[in-house]
C-alpha cells in the first residue's frame, strides 16, 4: 500500500483529482469506480474545475459506481444516483449512458445485482476504484461480519452506519435499512484502487485497515491484499499510523 499523508486540503484533492485525471489523459476510455460520501466531494470538484479548464475529459470514459441505498427514489437528494449527478456527472462531458450506479429500486434486486456484475465482467475491469472507508473499516456497504459476499448483493445496513449516514437525513428513521452494494471480490478486481479519507473519525478504521490483520471484521483490511493501492489521508484521518 501507497500510504500519503497530507497536511493541506488542497494537496488532498489535487492529488486525489490528479490520479483520475492522468489515466483519463493515458485512456480515454478508462473504466472509473467511483464512490459517494464526504471525502471523494473536493476530489469531484477539482475535477469538475479541471474539464472547465479543458485539463481533462470524461467523454469515451465509463462509470461503475460502488452502491446505492434500497428504496429510497432514485431522484431523492441523498440517493447516490443523486449525489453522483450532483457532484460531478451533471457538470463533465461523460455520457450520461455510460454511468452506472446500482438500482436500489429494482423490482428483483437479486437479479439486478447479478446484471450489475455482468455488466462490470463485460466492461471492466475497473481501471480505477476510488472508495471511501466507514467508521467501522466498511468498504462500499460490506459490513464487517463473520464472512463476506464476494459479488453485488443486498446488504442489511449496521446501526451504527445508519447512525453515520443520518447526517444527511432528517431524521434516523428515513435512513434506508438496506443497500445493494458491489461486493468484495468485486472491488478487488480493480486494477487501482484509491482510498480516499478525512476526518478524524476515521483514524481508526484507517489504522486497522492497512496496519491491523487482515480480517472480515474490518473489510478495507482486504485491500491489504491488493497489489496496487494508494491511501490518500488528511491529517485527522492519519493521526494514528
Ligand atoms: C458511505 C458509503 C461508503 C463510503 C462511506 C464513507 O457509507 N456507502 O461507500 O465509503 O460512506 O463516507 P465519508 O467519505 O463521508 O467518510
Known amino acids: 500500500m501507497n500510504i500519503l499523508k497530507f497536511h493541506s486540503d488542497e494537496d488532498f484533492v489535487q492529488t486525489g483529482a490528479n490520479l483520475i485525471a492522468s489515466l483519463l489523459q493515458s485512456n ?9 460520501g464526504s471525502s471523494p466531494v473536493g476530489v469531484y470538484a477539482r475535477l469538475v474545475e479541471m ?22 427514489p432514485v431522484d431523492h437528494p441523498q440517493s447516490y444516483r443523486s449525489f ?25 434486486l437479486a437479479a439486478e445485482c447479478l446484471a450489475y456484475d455482468q455488466m462490470l465482467e463485460n466492461n471492466g475491469p475497473v481501471d480505477l476504484q476510488i472508495l471511501g472507508i ?24 449496521l446501526d451504527e452506519t445508519r447512525e ?21 471480490g468485486g472491488i ?31 473489510p478495507a483490511s482486504l485491500l491489504q491484499s491488493h497489489p496496487n493501492v494508494v491511501v490518500l489521508l488528511d491529517e485527522g484521518a492519519g493521526q494514528w499510523l
Do not use: W
Open 28 to 36: 480515454p476510455k478508462a473504466v472509473l469506480g467511483l464512490a459517494t
Open 51 to 72: 474539464y472547465n479548464k479543458g485539463l481533462v475529459s470524461f467523454a469515451k470514459a465509463s462509470s461503475y459506481n460502488l452502491d446505492e441505498y434500497v428504496g429510497l
Open 84 to 108: 453522483m449527478n450532483g457532484h460531478l456527472f451533471n457538470h463533465v462531458d461523460i455520457d450520461p449512458a455510460r454511468t452506472h450506479v446500482p438500482n436500489g429500486n429494482a423490482a428483483d
Open 134 to 157: 466507514g467508521s467501522n473499516g466498511h468498504i462500499g456497504f460490506n459490513e464487517p461480519d463473520a464472512s463476506l459476499s464476494s459479488g453485488t448483493h443486498v446488504v442489511d445496513l
Open 164 to 184: 453515520a449516514n443520518a447526517r444527511f437525513f432528517e431524521k434516523l428513521d428515513d435512513v434506508p435499512r438496506q443497500a445493494v452494494t458491489m461486493g468484495i
Open 188 to 218: 478487488l478486481k480493480a486494477k487501482q484502487i484509491v482510498l480516499l479519507v478525512r476526518g478524524q473519525e476515521k483514524a481508526e478504521a484507517v489504522r486497522n485497515a492497512v496496519e491491523g490483520p487482515i480480517t472480515t471484521q474490518c
